[in-house]
Antibody, heavy 117, light 111 residues
Framework: EVQLVESGGGLVQPGGSLRLSCAAS????????MSWVRQAPGKGLEWVAN????????YYVDSVKGRFTISRDNAKNSLYLQMNSLRAEDTAVYYC??????????WGQGTMVTVSS | QSALTQPASVSGSPGQSITISCTGT?????????VSWYQQHPGKAPKLMIY???KRPSGVSNRFSGSKSGNTASLTISGLQAEDEADYYC???????????FGTGTKVTVL
């Protein structure tokens, strides 16, 4: 079964850091671009970051540039999102998603990140 | 990059057809035939329903169809069913700097 499972969310104070993980199974992880997409409570979806199959290209939405870092370990079939200097507006459910034909065809169940003092 | 514009809500009776619009600009929807649509039930992850404007992934009902005209993409649900009640989001590729922009979302209600 093709599956993505996120972990690492939680409560963190403003200015703090958190590292999200996404474990992939059921497909050849190293063959796909991967993304992080987030959804603030009661709000819409927002693309956060993309990473190429070999990790050589990474792209970010402007609001997280310089604070978030996307990475992957193809040997471990895992995707990561290192989040630093967190702000209240980063509070959201974070989904990892597989990219196929420039669309997000497989999604994880999401992990909640709450930034609050 | 601003979010694509969708109506906040659309409703219809079982068996009817409804259409959700998704309006962007010449920098996103108008420049690429790369609009995708996602269905999201409350508390669940989004599900891909349409990609590349009008293609359906395996397993998605043929009651769902997509189209585009100029800067506006559309999702049509025909033969509306109770299980179609959900939030729907469009998304467009917007080039190698912006990458992706999502729509504001539309709540579909089956009356």
């Amino acid at each position: 079964e093709v599956q993505l499972v996120e972990s690492g969310g939680g409560l963190v104070q403003p200015g703090g850091s958190l590292r999200l993980s996404c474990a992939a199974s059921g497909f050849t992880f190293s063959s796909y671009w991967m993304s992080w997409v987030r959804q603030a409570p009661g709000k819409g979806l927002e693309w956060v970051a993309n990473i190429k199959q070999d990790g050589s290209e990474k792209y970010y939405v402007d609001s997280v540039k310089g604070r978030f870092t996307i990475s992957r370990d193809n040997a471990k079939n895992s995707l990561y999102l290192q989040m630093n200097s967190l702000r209240a507006e980063d509070t959201a459910v974070y989904y990892c998603a597989r990219v196929t034909e420039l669309s997000f065809d497989i999604w994880g169940q999401g992990t909640m990140v709450t930034v609050s003092s | 990059q601003s979010a694509l514009t969708q109506p906040a809500s659309v409703s219809g009776s079982p068996g009817q057809s409804i259409t959700i619009s998704c309006t962007g600009t010449s920098s996103d929807v108008g420049s690429y035939n790369l609009v995708s649509w996602y269905q999201q039930h409350p508390g669940k992850a989004p599900k891909l329903m349409i990609y590349e404007g009008s293609k359906r992934p395996s397993g998605v009902s043929n009651r769902f169809s997509g189209s585009k005209s100029g800067n506006t993409a559309s999702l049509t649900i025909s033969g509306l069913q109770a299980e179609d009640e959900a939030d729907y989001y469009c998304c467009s590729y917007a080039g190698s700097s912006t990458f992706y922009v999502f729509g504001t979302g539309t709540k579909v209600t089956v009356l």
